[in-house]
Antibody, heavy 119, light 110 residues
């Protein structure tokens, strides 16, 4: 079974840092683009970042550029999102999602990890 | 980054048809593939359509999609109560080098 499982969410103060992880199983992780997508409470989906299979290409949404860093460890089938200088508006459920054929064909999603930024 | 434009809500009776529009620009929909997602309450999104018109594995043919110019459309026929959900379009924006989602549409079965 193809599976993505996020972890590392929690409550953090504005200006703080948090690292999300996404554990993949059931497919050849090193062959796929993987993405982070977030959803603020009661709001729509927002693309956050993408990383190519071999980490050669990395893209970020303007809202997180310079503060968030995406990375992956193909040997351990894991994806990461290092989030620094967190803001209240970063509060959201963060999903990792596999890209199928193209970056934005998100064919497999994790269950999501809630990040709450509040004082 | 501007989101793609979708109507906030659409509704129809069981068995009827609804269509959801997704409007963008040449840098996104106009030159890239569009995908569509269904998100049931409290759940992760689910891929319905990829590469503009192709149904994902296990998706019934009641769901269909098309693309023309800078707009895309999702159609749902034979509407069922289980189709009540939020629906999103998505594509890549070549100018922004970023992914972009639609604003989302809530489908209500009357």
């Amino acid at each position: 079974e193809v599976r993505l499982v996020e972890s590392g969410g929690g409550l953090v103060k504005p200006g703080g840092s948090l690292r999300l992880s996404c554990a993949a199983s059931g497919f050849t992780f090193s062959s796929y683009i993987i993405n982070w997508v977030r959803q603020a409470p009661g709001k729509g989906l927002e693309w956050v970042s993408s990383i190519s299979a071999s980490s050669n290409y990395i893209y970020y949404a303007n809202a997180v550029k310079g503060r968030f860093t995406i990375s992956r460890d193909n040997a351990n089938n894991s994806l990461y999102l290092q989030m620094n200088s967190l803001r209240v508006e970063d509060t959201a459920v963060y999903f990792c999602a596999r890209g199928f054929l193209t970056v934005t064909n998100f064919d497999t999603w994790g269950q999501g990890a809630l990040v709450t930024v509040s004082s | 980054q501007s989101a793609l434009t979708q109507p906030p809500s659409v509704s129809a009776a069981p068995g009827q048809k609804v269509t959801i529009s997704c409007s963008g620009r040449s840098s996104n929909i106009g030159n890239n593939y569009v995908s569509w997602y269904q998100q049931l309450p409290g759940a992760a999104p689910k891929l319905l359509i990829y590469d503009n018109t192709k149904r994902s594995s296990g998706i019934p043919d009641r769901f269909s999609a098309s693309k023309s110019g800078t707009s895309a459309t999702l159609g749902i026929t034979g509407l069922q109560t289980g189709d009540e959900a939020d629906y999103y379009c998505a594509t890549w924006d070549s100018s922004l080098t970023a992914g972009v989602f639609g604003t989302g549409t809530k489908v209500t079965v009357l």
